[in-house]
């Protein structure tokens, strides 16, 4: 699957994970995965004029994700959008 699909099943797993944590209100969830992705769109329009640059936004997610201690739910996130 090229990187640029992946971002965006990601994009669309998160907003699933965030209402799904909303109605359970799981605030924390909630702010982690939108902080997380809130700049990606961002990101995508950028790399269509230099699509090299999709897995430096697959690297930064990581990197972020890390930081915020959600890296396990992007990796859980990645393996499922590859399926």
């Known amino acids: 699957m090229s990187d640029d699909i992946l971002i965006e099943k ?3 797993r998160a907003l699933l994970d965030i209402r799904i944590a909303a109605s359970e209100g799981n605030s924390d969830i909630c702010f982690a995965l939108s902080d997380l ?3 990606i769109p961002l990101q ?5 004029d230099n699509p090299g640059s999709y897995p430096d936004i697959l ?4 990197m972020r994700a890390e930081q915020k201690k959600i890296l ?4 859980n996130a990645i ?3 590859e399926k």
């Open 44 to 48: 995508i329009i950028k790399a269509k």
């Open 59 to 62: 690297d930064w997610l990581k």
């Open 37 to 39: 992705f809130h700049n």
């Open 10 to 12: 990601l994009i669309a």
């Open 72 to 75: 396990g739910w992007l990796n």
């Open 79 to 81: 393996i499922e959008s």
